[in-house]
Structure formats: C-alpha cells, structure tokens
C-alpha cells in the first residue's frame, strides 16, 4: 500500500536530477578522453571534476531535502485525515436526511471522499440522492475530465497534444468512478477500453462494470447491457480481466452473460452468430463467469458448450453447471460422455458434475472414474462419491475396502483422512486393509 | 614502468566509463521502478481487492515453507502463514532432516499426527520419511524428510502441494495480509504470467503481533540498517526496473508466487545451485523462449514479505560470498543465452548487464581501489583528480541508495519517524565509510572459491522471530519481537547444505 500523493513531483525531481548526472557523466567520459589526447590540461579536468562533485552535492541536498520535506508534510496531511473524513460522512447524511444543507462548491478533497465512500454502501433510495449530489457538484464530469488523455477534443493532423494528462492523476479519477458508479460515465469509459495505456484499459473496464451494476431496472438496464456484450466480444482485453469485469456486473450480469453466450458459435446446434464472434478463451471465462454468478436462467444455454470442440470450452460449461448444480434434461448423456473425455481437466470436471446424474447413475460413473488413470481424476471421483447425501462416507470407505483398483482404494482412504471420517490409526489400518 | 603507464591509463578510462555507464543504468532503473510504483499503487484499490474476495474470485495457494534447523522461528512464522487474509489456502511446511528441534516444536504447537499420505511424486526428492497433519488447522501439513537441501525440500512441498499456485517463503519470513490476494491476482489476470515476486523487507527492528507486522522501526544496528537501505534499493528500483524492461531474471527466494504446473514443467528447482530462486526463473526463460511459448515473469512492488537479515558481519560475508557464488553459477550454466538474440531481451540485455555490473562489479571495485595505491607509488597518480573522482563515486552511489529511501517513504508502511528517515540518509552516506568495501571484498574473494566451495552454504546465525510480552497490553499475549542478536539457533556447521536467505 502506498501514499498516492507526491510520487508524480518526486518522480520530476529524480528525473530532473538523473538527467544532469546523465549529461555531467557524458561530459565527464568526453573529457577524459581529451586529456588522454593531450588537448585538455590537468586543471580544466580538475575544474570539471570539481564542478560534477558540486553538481551531485547539490542533487544529493535537493533529494534529501525532498525526502524530508514529504515525510513531514505527509504525517502532518495525515493526521486528523480519518476524522475529517468522519465529520464529512455525518454532514453528508444530514444532507441526505435534509437536516442539513449542502455544502457550497468547491468541495475539498476529503468531502469528495467521503460522498464517494457513501455511495459505496448506500443503495436505493439514498443511493439515486447520492448521485443527485455528485451531478450537483459536477464530480460525474470533473473525474470524467481528469481520466481523459489529454484536455479538451484530441488535436487533429499534425499537431500534438498539448497538454498530456499525468498517468497517476488518470487512474486516480478512473478509481474515484468506479466508486461514483454514474451513468453518464458509460460512453466515455467504453472509449477508454481502446487507451494506449495497458492500466488504463483494464482500470476503465473495472470502472465500467461497477458502473453498469448499479444501472435501473428496465430498458435502461438492457440496453447497457447489450452495449457492454458488444463492447466485451470486440475488445482485446486479457480474458482474466473481462472475467473480473463480468462477476462485478451484479444485477446486469445476467443480461449481459445471455448475450454473450448468444453470441457465441454452439457447434452442437450449427448456429453462429453473424456479425460477432466470441473466441474461446473468453466463451470460456463468460461460461466460467455463468457458473460463479449462479445464473440459473442460462443453464439451457450452458449446457450445449458440454460438446464444444475445444476442451477448455468443455470443462468451463461443465464446471458452471457444476456450480449452479443443475444438469438440464437432455444433457446427461453429453456429461457421461465427458467422462471418458481424453483430456484429464474435461474428466476432472465431468467429475465433479456427475452428482448432478441420477443417483444410480452418479455412483456408479464415480465408482468407475476412482480408478481413472490421473490421480486428479480418481480424488475428484473420491471427493464427490464423498458429497453424494448422507451415506456418501459410508460409500467412500467401502470403495476404500473393496474397490478392485488398488489406486482407487487408497484415494478414497485419503480423501475421507482429509476430510476427518477418519482419524489416522483407523485410516493407517484400512490401509494395511487396501 | 613504460609499459605498464600507458596500461594503467587504459584501465583508469575503463573504470571511468563502467562507473558512467552503471550509474546512468541505475538511474535508469530508478526512474522506471518509480513509475511502475505509481502505476501498482493505482492498479489495484482497496475497493477492487474486496470485490476480489466478495465474488470468491481467486486461485487458491500452497505456501511451501522449507525449513532447516529453524527452531528459534518456526513456530511463529507458521503461525502467521495461517493468519493471512487469504480464503484458500495451506501450508506445506518441509522439515529437510533438521538436526535440532524443528519438528518436535510444530508437532508440540500444532497438534500434528502422523498420516498415511497419498501423493503424485511428480519432482524427484530425498526420501519422505512422514506426512503430518495438524489436528488443529486443516491446511497445515508438514512433511518430514531426509535432508537434500533447500531445493529438495521446496521440490517435496510441491509434490504435497494441491493448488493451482505455489508460494515459496522462507520459514524466518512473514507475509503481508494482503501480500498473496495481491500477487495471485495476478494470474487471474493474465494467464500467461509463470511467476511474480514481491518486495522483500528486513523483519529486524518490527514489532509482530499475531502473525504481522504491526509497527516498523528501524532495526538497532548499523549493519541492519545498511541493509535496509539496499533492499529498498535492490527491490523498489532494480527488479522494478528489470520487470518493465521484461527481462526479469531474479524472483526472491523468500517470497515468490508461481504457477504450480509451470515448475513442474520445467523440472522443479535445481538441487545442485545456491541460488535456487535465480535458477528457476533463467529456467524459465530458457524453456518459454525456446519453445516460443508465451509467458511473462513479473515483480510487483506491492505484495510484501518480511524477513530476517544477518545481524553480524560474519553471517551477511557469509551470505553475500553464497549469492555471489551462486550468481556466477547460474551464469555459467546459462552462458549459452548471453548475446543470443533467440532469447529476446533476457539474453540481448539481462545477462549481459548481470554479467557486466553484477557478476564482475567486485572485480572492478577492488581493482579500482588497489589501483590508487599502486599507481600512486609509480608515480602515475594525480593525486587531486583521484581524490576528486572517489569523491563523484561516493556521491553517485549515496544519491542511488537516497533515491531509494524516497520511495520507501512513500510506503503506506514506512519508518514513520523522522528521525528514522534522517537515520536513513545518515545510512546512506556511512554505508559508503567500509560497509560497502567490506562486502565488496567479500564478493571479489567468493570468485576465487567458485569451485572449492561449491554447494557450500556456510554457517548461519540466527535470532530467530521470538516472543516477548507486548508491553502495551495489560495482560500477556504471544507478540513478537526479533531479539537481539547472538540468542537463535546457530545452524549444524557440519551440513553442507543449509537453508539460509
């Protein structure tokens, strides 16, 4: 964690000071070779000597007059910064419950911070004031301002930008929307998703999702979310990322995944979509991102990716209806199917998901797949014959006696150790046992 | 005497441009580390890091922790590798066959039984004799094994280990809360990232509670607080720097995340190497780059680690003859990539600076010194001018290690005094009064035991993370304090093959 605060000025500084050094050590070499050339005499060498050690003293005074310049003015700025930030938070809820009036413009720094913090946790009501307040105060389009690249239209042709806007000060305002979550931030941070600066890109996109999470109910909310599905298939931002992006959307999540697994080509149906196309890697993470958000809605849509050709599409579809914990009629046979799978993770996931298969069905597959020949396999198989209702344990320790893989009775000793079924003397003893 | 005049003038220019030519690079350097700090310090907001753990998005972590004669530390260290703020995770500690009560105080402190492991030996390792379990934290184990070394023990712990990620730490070594949601982050990312380390800092001087690092101070001696100062300059500048450039060769043996998959890959660490950690890492390049895969090596400024640093001058000799051994080891073994453009910006610019300013640096400095009196005595000296340009290096190297300081008080976690900054620049001034010198004697001589002393670690003198009662309490609760020196465990001279930092 660091002050970010200052760091823009020391950096100018040690740029400053570096690029003297850099200039005297250049001269220092030059004038070395003079002198071995005889055309420089032994005092002017001296004399430049002396004035590169005075130059350094000098740099070496300016930094250490810096250093401790900000370790003061940084304890001091500090001090009392939690409590005023406090006092701010109790006027601005006085503000909100109207006992008390709006502060006059500008606001300090510390008022902008606490407005930001409460529009964090407030929702509702509160929140739709919150954000009344900050269109008030025009924070929306001060930040917005702050987190361009340069001031005002871009210079066409063959003027340069005159005023380029310091990168920390960029990410500061970019942090501050995604904590104001305003609507009208949704435009200009989608054309933030093509800056040149790589912390930029991922940063607007961060801010972009929070932003769109709190979006009304209703048209409102549709139409963002089919802005961002378009935004998410024509960006080529790292697949981690859009991810992140996706399980922050909270109640547009949905509407947004739908889209995108419509968007998709499902090679079991034949259907792809004409004009946008979402690759692999990320069909992958939205699939990733369907599971862990728990939308039950598109498990129908999830569950044709069990056939996809690429296995990382595969496992992902499986894992998420792993998690969402339902198998839609119609797919069990493409889930039994996955557990012969060549590749070790599809197995590993058509694993975990054959709780989902009907009972019989689910023991027996488990039963089978404990003696699969990768060891993630048989403990994935281990593990879930563990989960499958009350007498799971009881079914894990017989595997653990009587399973005809000598592999699969030591998994299933292992796993009910790990998960306390056992203690160590009896696991020791069924072991002797397997 | 005529010969030799004109050969010693050569050499004084050759010094003059080196000196040039490394001090811009370190100001290079410098200048780079800054940036990336403004930018990490963005990056990833308190906000984002919550919204991490509220939507459980992460890549749960094996911490491996090898341990050798580690009795004075163990416990407390463990200890706070539990408390980390981290949703999943465990422990793999690795005893490599201590001698002295290691595992006795973790079974006693834990709870540990002994289970009947299953496991895939992926890695090849010296024996493992027993698995424990603790009764009172499921995500602890430890392995009890056959000493073969830092490397064998770190190799076992991966074979133990269930996650996705690995960490490696030291076991006189604690972590940031925060330090792996930070660095695992990471990988969620950006799937072509193999590993990412993290700033490591003295531990001497903390105050400890609960596993963390409460309240820094700086530590009470001169030589620790040298240290100090080179961390902030080895870590906040250099690897930073090396890490925008993409040619990232060092992660920290005491705190460096990788993918687990990715060193199994390439073959875990090498046993045969003092410097493990640079080991694995020009492994890695080697491998990605030959094979045209894409990968990325990075160093983050933020997940930090905290740990012991020698306290006596024989240990840091000891420590800093080891490193250098090592470094000229792991070149050796990797000259094939020096200047071979196949291996992009790691053999075209990484090497060869390791090469030139890391590996021959103490040759040139201790020439450089001999030289004064040598040529003072042929009559060659000019002695105003000499005295001139040891004065210009003195203050080139003070202003790099002051640039450092510089950015460690920008560090939500800094010495918070003045006086401990003053104390700081003080440092970096008397650091140049022999420390410096001492150490790079030290280095110059490690060139001549290369092959005698190869796979020796030397002896190791510890303090240990101990506990004392916190005097700001009212009733005792475990605190810990490093103690002064001269009352931890001093490592079996016998064994060859000690595990020390």
């Known amino acids: 964690m660091w002050r970010k605060y200052g760091d823009d000025l020391y950096a100018a500084v040690v740029l400053a000071v570096f690029s003297i050094e850099a200039v005297t050590l250049g001269a220092l070499t030059w004038i070395f070779v003079l002198r071995l050339a005889d055309d420089l005499g032994a005092g002017e060498v001296g004399a430049f000597l002396a004035g590169s050690l005075a130059l350094t003293a000098a740099a070496l005074l300016v930094i250490g007059v810096h250093i401790l310049g900000y370790h003061v003015f940084s304890s001091r700025r500090e001090r009392g910064w939690q409590q005023r930030l406090d006092s701010w938070t109790e006027r601005w809820v006085g503000v909100l419950f109207d006992t008390e009036l709006p502060p006059p413009s500008p606001l300090p720094r510390e008022a902008v911070e606490s407005l930001l913090d409460l529009r964090e946790t407030l929702v509702g009501t509160e929140g739709e004031r919150l954000e009344w307040l900050m269109r008030r105060y025009g924070l929306a389009e001060e930040l917005l301002h702050r987190s361009r690249a340069v001031d005002g239209p871009r210079p066409s042709g063959l003027v340069a930008p005159v005023r380029r806007r310091r990168l920390s000060s960029r990410l500061d305002a970019l942090e501050a929307l995604a904590k104001a979550r305003v609507g009208e931030a949704i435009e200009p941070l989608i054309g933030l998703l093509g800056d040149r600066e790589p912390a930029v890109r991922i940063m607007s996109l961060r801010s972009l999702a929070r932003t769109l999470a709190r979006v009304p109910e209703g048209a409102p909310r549709e139409a963002a979310a089919e802005r961002f599905a378009e935004v998410i298939v024509g960006t080529d931002l790292p697949s981690g990322a859009i991810e992140e992006s996706l399980l922050l959307l909270e109640a547009t999540g949905p509407s947004v995944l739908g889209r995108l697994l419509s968007a998709a080509p499902v090679p079991a149906h034949g259907r792809q979509s004409a004009d946008v196309r979402l690759d692999d890697a990320r069909l992958a993470k939205v699939l990733d991102a369907v599971g862990r958000l728990k939308v039950l809605p598109l498990v129908d849509q999830v569950a044709p990716f069990c056939g996809h050709p690429n296995p990382e599409v595969r496992a992902a579809a499986l894992r998420a209806l792993g998690m969402i914990g339902i198998l839609p009629p119609g797919t069990e046979q493409a889930a039994a199917a996955a557990l012969i799978d060549p590749v070790e993770y599809v197995r590993i996931q058509a694993t975990r998901t054959a709780s989902l298969l009907p009972r019989v069905g689910a023991e027996q597959a488990l039963w089978t797949r404990l003696a699969d020949e990768s060891w993630w396999v048989r403990r994935a198989a281990a593990q879930t014959l563990l989960g499958l209702g009350a007498d799971g344990p009881s079914l894990l320790e017989r595997a653990g006696r009587e399973h005809d893989d000598r592999y699969a009775r030591h998994m299933a000793v292992q796993v009910l150790l790990d998960r306390g079924h056992l203690d160590p003397a009896r696991a020791r003893r069924l072991r002797a046992f397997a | ?501």
């Open chain 2, 1 to 501: 005497m005529r010969f030799l005049a004109p050969v010693l003038v050569v050499y004084q220019g050759f010094i003059l441009v080196y000196f040039a030519v490394l001090n811009l690079l370190y100001a290079l350097f410098g200048y780079l580390g800054l940036r990336s700090v403004i930018v990490y310090s963005r990056e990833l907001p308190e906000a984002a890091l919550k919204d991490l753990l509220e939507r459980e998005f992460y890549k749960p972590v094996s911490i491996l922790v090898p341990a050798y004669n580690e009795e004075a530390g163990i416990v407390p260290s463990i200890r706070s590798m539990l408390s980390l703020h981290y949703p999943e995770f465990e422990v793999v500690v690795a005893n490599d066959g201590s001698t002295d009560a290691t595992l006795d105080r973790l079974i006693d402190a834990f709870a540990l039984v002994e289970v009947p492991q299953i496991y895939r030996r992926r890695l090849e390792t010296s024996q493992v004799v027993r698995v424990f379990r603790s009764l009172r934290h499921p995500n602890l184990i430890v392995i009890d094994k056959q000493n073969g070394g830092r490397s064998d023990a770190l190799n076992a712990a991966v074979n133990l280990a269930r996650y996705p990620l690995v960490c490696s730490v030291d076991a006189d070594s604690l972590l940031d809360a925060e330090a792996l949601l930070r660095a695992s982050r990471l990988f969620l990312e950006d799937e072509t990232i193999v590993a990412v380390g993290g700033t490591v800092r003295p531990l001497n001087g903390t105050v400890v509670r609960e596993g963390q690092v409460v309240e820094v101070n700086l530590p009470p001696t001169w030589l620790e607080r040298f240290q100090v100062l080179e961390y902030a300059l080895r870590f906040f500048t250099g690897r930073s720097g090396w890490s925008r450039f993409g040619a990232l060769l060092i992660i920290s043996g005491a705190f460096g995340v990788f993918r687990r998959e990715a060193v199994i890959d390439v073959g875990g660490y090498t046993r045969d190497t003092l410097t493990e950690d640079l080991e694995l890492v020009m492994r890695f390049h080697r491998r990605y780059r030959r094979e045209r895969r894409p990968y990325r090596i990075i160093f983050q400024p933020d997940p930090i680690c905290w740990t012991e640093v020698p306290s006596d001058l024989h240990t840091l000799r000891q420590q800093r003859n080891r490193w250098h051994r090592g470094l000229w080891e792991t070149l050796w073994r990797y000259r094939g990539m020096l200047f071979n453009p196949r291996y992009g910006k790691v053999g075209m610019l990484g090497l060869p600076y390791f090469w030139l300013f890391e590996a021959i640096s103490p040759v040139v400095e201790v020439t450089g010194y001999l030289l004064l009196p040598v040529t003072f005595f042929l009559g060659v000296l000019h002695v105003p001018f000499a005295v001139l340009f040891v004065m210009l290096a003195l203050l080139y190297g003070i202003l790099l290690s002051e640039m450092a300081v510089g950015i460690e008080t920008m560090l939500l976690a800094r010495y918070p005094r003045l006086r401990d900054r003053l104390l700081l620049l003080l440092a970096a001034f008397l650091e140049f009064m022999g420390y410096h010198q001492i150490l790079a004697v030290e280095r110059f001589l490690a060139l001549f035991q290369i092959r005698r002393k190869r796979g020796i670690w030397g002896h190791t003198r510890r303090k240990g993370i101990g506990s004392q009662p916190d005097p700001r309490r009212d009733r005792f609760e475990p605190s810990l304090v490093t103690r002064p020196a001269g009352k931890g465990a001093v490592g079996d001279p016998a064994s060859r093959r000690q595990h020390q930092r």
